[in-house]
């Protein structure tokens, strides 16, 4: 079955980095556009970044443009979301989710990111 598997969450300071990966199994990967979606503590769900299927063309929110950046691997089934100058304000779940497409149908458990000093 479908299974996507969210890592690299953790505690980072205000500025600093982070890398998250989603190792993903159970589909033809490389067939599907990937995204990454956040949700803030008591907030609804933010769409973060979006990858097509060659990892050739990215999409970003403005919250995050310049500073996240969204990747693939296809050779090893793996989505990351590098994360550079991160804020307060990204402090949240961030979870990895397959497009069907037309609507996200598989999603990871989630990885916690806190951005505190």
């Known amino acids: 079955q479908v299974q996507l598997v969210e890592s690299g969450g953790g505690l980072v300071q205000p500025g600093g980095s982070l890398r998250l990966s989603c190792a993903a199994s159970g589909f033809t990967f490389s067939n599907y556009w990937m995204y990454w979606v956040r949700q803030a503590p008591g907030k609804g769900l933010e769409w973060v970044s979006t990858?097509?299927?060659?990892?050739?063309?990215?999409y970003n929110a403005e919250s995050v443009k310049g500073r996240f950046t969204i990747s693939r691997d296809n050779t090893k089934n793996t989505l990351y979301l590098q994360m550079n100058s991160v804020k307060a304000e990204d402090t949240a779940v961030y979870y990895c989710?397959?497009?069907?497409?037309?609507?996200?149908?598989?999603w990871g458990q989630g990885t916690l990111v806190t951005v505190s000093s």
């Open positions: 989710a397959k497009d069907l497409p037309g609507a996200l149908d598989a």
């Open positions: 990858i097509n299927t060659a990892g050739r063309n990215t």
